[in-house]
């Protein structure tokens, strides 16, 4: 999809006679190559400057030469974005377009940072402060704040960088806006951390997690935790923790105690401490036992169902399980209860909007009626007053029009962020199922169920890739599929040690984006293939190759996987497990509406046909 929309760019570009129209539709090429071909984007960059008359256009010079720098300085030549940014800034000190000067203090003040020009850095983002504070706009002097402080913090002066730390904080905490305030919070608690300043961290930690639970998100799940380090023992993990509980205590930050007793006994468990983990559990509940925080609660509850679970005290985890059953129900009331006051919201919206709409339509009328009676003796008044009438409702509608394209665009970069929130927490709970399969294998002594669950260890694996791949990419509703397959593949080969240089996979892919849908049974109609491919064509220790299509023919998705092992037949005498797969490809393909068609020649052949309207 976004590849046919550069595609159409690219022949409006091409097409266009107008320097102006062709410098702007330049100007949106470059941008959308900036991250993936910088060749591309400088060659569409330097077209449009070269192209673009010196006089007037000065929003789309200012903004030529803004991005132009970002390209520079995303390929590393600081000292050539700079020059381009003053470029920029001249112009717009020369037109007096001042809505540009905030991206252009930020930029200015980030690469002479950078350039490790300090003093030059501090001078542009004072100035944006400046700027802000005349125009009484206080929430948005946060982000200078922060910067002031990030740099302070990296130059070691902890004294000047938490002073700016706290006068960006103050700024945020008069919206709270979610994207702002979190990320914040979470950079000055980090900051804390590293610096000895636990008393603060204890604070700033306990106010992140209880927005955080405010804004109904999950704050025990894998992904919100701000406790994991890289390369740190569970015995170090632990420990630190509990140098931190005294601070939390101390504050009553309960959110934190809760968190810190909730984190140990995770550890605790993938230790098989199970004791030890249900006092950490049980500790956890009892430092939110007044509270009215049933999803914590839930967690909890779980959590000692499935320590009990795993020490094999039955009678315990039955008790835990019920407990957490009757806070289940409570949860599913709450939500319904949410739904239906939102519900009565905007019904109660849409009632004033209506009632609204037949009092100005009363106002009209009587308004129309009085024109209409003076009209004779008022006709030079009455027309001055419509043409007055008509200027002022033009523009109290081009107000109201910016102002809901605002809400639009606002509303836009809010669902952008919660699909890769979706797409990130699916992916880490499928990443979970993984390991659990992973764990439970090893522990099994019987080998066929351990290569069972591998498979089905694979299975998900698949599907996890893709939301990483939604949550990563900038394309949320389609998966780059030359990318995904690249790293399907190299799992797959991993997963069963095949020897370097023994088996190779060569792929030709033609289709670069696929929907969600599609994609994921897909996904695992060719993790399938492949690993009877690597499991069974080659078991002879005989050195192969595995070819994978995926392309259009004839109007028709086509997935075709060839190998030159030792055939069909051999490999369904020596691996009866391998019917389940075939079983399930069966299965994906009636749902893709795909013919499945499997011939020997020398070697197997695999070819399924997809209509392409149901990959649309």
């Known amino acids: 999809m976004h590849g046919q929309k550069i595609d159409s760019l690219r022949l409006r570009y091409e097409g266009a006679s107008d320097p102006v129209d062709k410098a702007r539709l330049g100007l949106i090429l470059g941008k959308s190559y900036l991250y993936k071909n910088q060749d591309s984007a400088s060659y569409y960059f330097e077209a449009a400057k070269k192209i673009l008359p010196a006089e007037g256009n000065d929003s789309l010079y200012i903004v030529l030469y803004e991005r132009s720098s970002a390209l520079e300085e995303f390929k590393g030549n600081n000292t050539e974005a700079i020059r381009l940014v003053y470029i920029s800034l001249a112009r717009i000190k020369q037109s007096g377009r001042n809505e540009f000067l905030d991206k252009t203090y930020n930029l200015l003040g980030r690469y002479h940072m950078r350039a490790t020009r300090y003093d030059s850095a501090v001078y ?69 951390e590293t610096e000895g300043e636990i008393d603060l961290y204890s604070q700033l930690k306990d106010e992140y997690l209880s927005f955080k639970h405010e804004k109904g998100m999950d704050i025990l799940g894998t992904e919100h935790s701000t406790m994991n380090r890289i390369n740190e023992t569970p015995a170090d993990r632990i420990k630190r923790l509990n140098n931190y509980l005294p601070y939390h205590i101390k504050n009553q930050s309960n959110f934190s105690i809760c968190d810190t007793y909730y984190r140990i006994g995770e550890i605790y468990m993938g230790e098989k401490k199970y004791d030890d983990a249900i006092l950490a559990f049980t500790r956890m509940l009892a430092s939110i036992d007044s509270l009215d925080l049933p999803l914590m609660k839930f967690a909890g509850q779980t959590a000692l169902h499935n320590a009990y679970l795993m020490k094999k005290d039955y009678k315990n985890a039955l008790i835990h399980y019920k407990i957490k059953y009757a806070l289940h129900d409570s949860l599913l009331h709450i939500e ?13 919206s849409v009632e004033k909007e209506k009632q609204l709409a037949e009092t100005t339509l009363h106002l009209e009328s009587s308004k129309k009626n009085q024109q209409f009676l003076g009209f004779g003796m008022f006709v030079a008044l009455a027309i001055s007053g419509l043409i007055y009438y008509a200027l002022r409702t033009k523009l109290r509608s081009n107000r109201q029009l910016e102002e809901k394209n605002k809400v639009i665009t606002h509303a836009l970069e809010e669902k952008d ?155 369904e005498s020596n691996a009866p497990q391998g019917n389940f797969g075939f079983k399930l490809i069966s299965i994906l393909a009636d749902r893709l509406g795909a013919t499945f068609q499997t011939r020997s020649d020398h070697g197997t052949v695999v070819t399924l046909l997809f209509p392409f309207s149901k990959v649309a």
């Open 417 to 571: 962020i919660l699909l890769r929130e979706i797409h990130h927490r699916v992916k880490n709970n499928l990443q979970m199922i993984s390991a659990l399969l992973y764990l439970h294998g090893k522990s099994l002594d019987d080998s066929s169920a351990q290569v069972a669950l591998m498979e089905s260890q694979n299975r998900v694996q698949s599907m996890a890739m893709i939301h990483q791949n939604l949550y990563h990419n900038e394309n949320l509703l389609g998966v780059g599929v030359k990318e995904y397959l690249d790293k399907l593949i190299h799992h797959l080969t991993d997963s069963y040690n095949i020897e370097k240089n023994r088996i190779a996979v060569h792929r030709n892919i033609e289709i670069e984006y696929l929907d969600v849908d599609t994609i994921i049974p897909l996904a695992l109609i060719i993790n399938e293939l492949i690993s009877n491919a690597l499991k069974y064509a080659f078991n002879d220790g005989r050195q192969g190759v595995i070819d994978v299509f995926l392309g259009s023919v004839n109007g028709q998705l086509v997935l075709e996987v060839k190998d030159n092992g030792i055939g069909l037949s051999t490999k």
């Open 336 to 348: 319904k209860q949410k739904q239906m006051n939102e519900l009565m919201v905007k019904y109660e």
């Open 124 to 192: 542009f983002w004072n100035l944006l402060l400046k700027k802000y504070d005349e125009a009484g706009l206080k929430y948005d002097m946060w982000l200078p704040y922060h910067l002031l402080a990030e740099m302070y913090k990296n130059l070691g002066d902890w004294t000047k960088s938490k002073e700016f730390f706290s006068k960006s904080l103050e700024c945020v905490r008069l919206q709270k806006i979610p994207k702002d305030y979190l990320f914040l919070l979470y950079t000055y608690m980090l900051a804390c």
